[in-house]
């Protein structure tokens, strides 16, 4: 018998590793069964879809218009259609002209220049168009490329639909993309649409594809680990964080320093500039929301900053106190 000389730890080792190349033949013989699906749905799919954003107030609304799946994007073309009787729009930029929403941080904010934006309040149409300037590179993954800020009007349903999506790559030919509407019952519920089905099986079958990478990831590290102890080799692993991700978080922290001295020397213009861009940077900064809530002029973008900061950071002394005053004053 050929594992008689074999001790018990190593038989069940040996069964262990044998039980798991096993399972992975099989994700393997299904994903590779289902690999045709996951083409259809994927192959040069760009998306462009709506994202409701979590704040504390039930007749305000806060949507991303959000990119992805996208390569070499370097321009885009999107209207959106809305119920003016349900949403009304509020203005992003009171400085300007009209009604604008806020451009995101998907094309950067100093490599962009925003071709329209505006806002046709009696039809219920958004209108943004936005290109990066050369030598910006063109972008590829996902993010946010604009964020309108509704006031909830009516009882709903409430609904924000695609109406043109255009993607442009640096040369200059049309990117296939594929759109997706927002349906709500009501603020923070959210369905979804037809045309976010694709993404979800796409998605599923990724998750299979990442069960067969950590099966056969976990046996080639045990047997590396044994041999290492056997060698009395040590294996080191090392984790990372993106330095992309990294680098946005260490500007908008910088913005926001820059916002919080421009604001201390009284020059509130800079201010609210710096803090707006520290939030297209990094979203997830509260400090940046707080400090935009702080200097900006108009009281529902105050109300929308204060929010945002609540939802991250719910125990925010400052924004709890500036809400409770901006709802006194009302």
């Known amino acids: ?21 096993k399972l992975s033949v099989i994700v393997l013989a299904l994903f ?3 690999i045709p699906i996951l083409s259809v749905h994927a192959q040069g799919q760009a998306r462009v879809y709506l994202q409701p954003v979590l704040l504390q107030d039930e007749r305000r609304m806060l949507v991303n218009l959000m990119a992805a799946d996208v390569i070499d994007l370097y321009g885009v073309d999107v209207q959106l259609r809305y119920d003016p009787g349900q949403l009304q729009v509020e203005d992003a930029n009171p400085r300007l002209e009209g009604i604008q929403v806020a451009p ?65 790559s640096s040369n200059l030919t049309t990117i296939p993309v594929i759109s ?24 599923w079958l990724l998750g ?40 946005a978080s260490e500007v908008a922290a910088t913005l926001t320093e820059q916002g919080r001295r421009a604001m201390q020397q009284g020059n509130l213009e800079l201010a609210h500039e710096l803090f707006s861009r520290a939030v297209e940077r990094d979203p997830a900064n509260s400090e940046a929301w707080l400090g935009k809530g702080l200097v900006a002029r108009q009281i529902g973008e105050k ?12 125990n925010n002394p400052v924004a709890q106190a500036e809400l409770q005053q901006l709802e006194r004053a009302n």
């Open 180 to 203: 997706e509407n927002l349906e709500l019952a009501a603020p923070l519920d959210v369905s979804l649409s037809e045309g976010q089905a694709p993404a979800l099986w796409s998605w």
């Open 208 to 247: 299979v594809g990442g069960v067969l990478l950590m099966l056969i990831a976990f046996s080639v590290a045990y047997q590396r680990r044994r041999a290492a102890a056997l060698q009395g080799a040590v294996v080191v692993h090392n984790n990372s964080i993106s330095t992309a991700e990294q680098s």
């Open 1 to 21: 018998m050929i594992c008689a000389g074999l001790s018990l730890r190593d038989r069940v080792s040996r069964m262990f590793c044998r039980t798991i190349m």
């Open 32 to 34: 590779v069964a289902l």
């Open 104 to 168: 995101g941080p998907l094309l950067a904010a100093d490599e962009r220049f925003v071709v329209t934006n505006k806002v046709d309040a009696t039809a219920g149409l958004i209108t943004f168009v936005a290109t990066l300037l050369n030598p910006a590179p063109p972008v590829s993954g996902q993010g946010v490329l604009a964020t309108i800020a509704f006031r909830v009007l009516g009882n709903g349903p409430y609904s924000v639909r695609v109406v043109r999506a255009q993607l442009v």
């Open 303 to 314: 109300r929308i900053c204060f929010q945002r900061v609540l939802a991250l950071d719910p």
